[in-house]
């Protein structure tokens, strides 16, 4: 199919925002949930889920012509491939990830003007402080925080860990690490090695549940504290997603405060969406920009990681791609 002429194609890239809306919508809705259990005609969706009817009619044409749902008959719709992602608890739902973004990301990006201009944060301005903080005070937003990060392990990360031969012995420290997905499902491919899922108290209280349901929990204990200040004693330092939270000079503070508390010797492994050179797509760039709205962060190129490490007195040893857009970052403790 030939491609759209340029404004066809900005008029499709600027509706953005209304995408972004309408996944959330029918995310939050159920739209999906239901049609899990088999198509619908959209008036006993609409009935059942509590919608008008018109509305949410529009709604699915537009999501079914995006290839989330399809239209089966006139006004009846199903779930596609795409679509599943939107269904809750399942191995690669993208749900909370759905509702997470819109519910604390969506505001403050109005505000990627400013950020542009002054360089400062907005969602720090948008919430008068740190994303992080402001999270801090939200008790609901800590659980939909956690789970999106446990949608983006269960839906994407496991195929990099999958390809990854993780040490298979010792005491494995997720700095970071939310609710323990990730370190669970690291220590399914390492029976023989023990967790400690590191992270801020109040993320820590909240991770309980979740990490129950894991069923690791005789190998997985649960420390809360304050990365830039100490981390536990282990073996192996694990980092999914925490370098890209911060600038070099906050990312420098805490792999020095990791290098302080690890062995000579100890293994540190991030999982991070390392940024290739050029403009190819690839999922980091767009995550890229959501560090400079929300928290300052940024992804690095393989030779910045290089430098970043370097500079916190790390020995760096390399990037391993894996089959997905994250690359595992390998470095010891000298
Ligand atoms: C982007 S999330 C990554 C979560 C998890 N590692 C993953 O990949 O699914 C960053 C995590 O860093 C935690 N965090 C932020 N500031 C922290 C601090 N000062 N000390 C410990 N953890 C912190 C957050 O609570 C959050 O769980």
């Not at 304050?226 to 997603?241: C, K, T």
């Not at 690890?262 to 995550?287: C, F, N, Q, W, Y």
């Not at 709205?293 to 940024?298: D, T």
Request: negative net charge.
């Amino acid at each position: 199919m030939e491609a759209h002429p340029p404004p066809v194609q900005m008029v499709q890239l600027l509706s953005g925002f209304q995408v972004s809306q309408a996944l959330y919508a029918a995310a939050k809705i159920g739209v999906a949930d239901r049609l899990a259990e088999g198509p619908q005609p959209v008036e006993q969706l609409a009935d059942d889920l509590d919608c008008d009817h018109l509305a949410l009619a529009r709604l699915l044409r537009t999501l079914a012509s995006l290839g989330v749902f399809t239209e089966i008959e006139p006004e009846t719709y199903g779930l596609t491939p795409l679509g599943e992602t939107l269904v809750s608890d399942k191995e690669g739902s993208m749900r909370d990830l759905a509702l997470m973004w819109m519910e604390t990301h969506y505001a403050p990006f109005a505000g990627l003007l400013g950020t542009v201009r002054s360089g400062k944060c907005a969602a720090t301005e948008h919430y008068d402080q740190p994303f992080f903080s402001w999270l801090a005070s939200q008790p609901d937003q800590v659980s939909r925080f956690s789970r999106a990060m446990a949608n983006l392990t269960g839906g994407i990360k496991v195929g990099a860990i999958g390809s990854y031969a993780f040490p298979q012995s010792g005491t494995m420290i997720d700095v970071g690490g939310a609710d323990g997905a990730l370190l669970a499902k690291v220590l399914e491919t390492a029976p023989n090695a023990t967790g400690i899922v590191f992270d801020l108290p109040h993320v820590i209280a909240d991770a309980e549940p979740a990490l129950k349901g894991y069923g690791r929990g005789d190998r997985i204990a649960a420390v809360g504290g304050d990365l830039f200040e100490a981390v536990p004693r282990g073996d192996v330092y694990l980092l999914s997603m925490v370098l890209h939270d911060w600038n070099d000079s906050d990312a420098t503070r805490l792999l020095t405060s990791i290098g302080r508390g690890g062995a000579t010797g100890s293994r540190v492994i991030a999982l991070e969406l390392v940024m290739p050179t050029g403009d190819e797509p690839h999922m980091s760039k767009m995550i890229d920009l959501t560090m400079l709205g929300m928290l300052n962060g940024r992804e690095r190129t393989d030779a910045e990681m290089r430098t970043l490490f370097e500079g916190a007195g790390l020995l760096y040893d390399g990037i391993v791609p894996t089959p997905t857009p994250f690359s595992v970052v390998e470095a010891r403790i000298p």
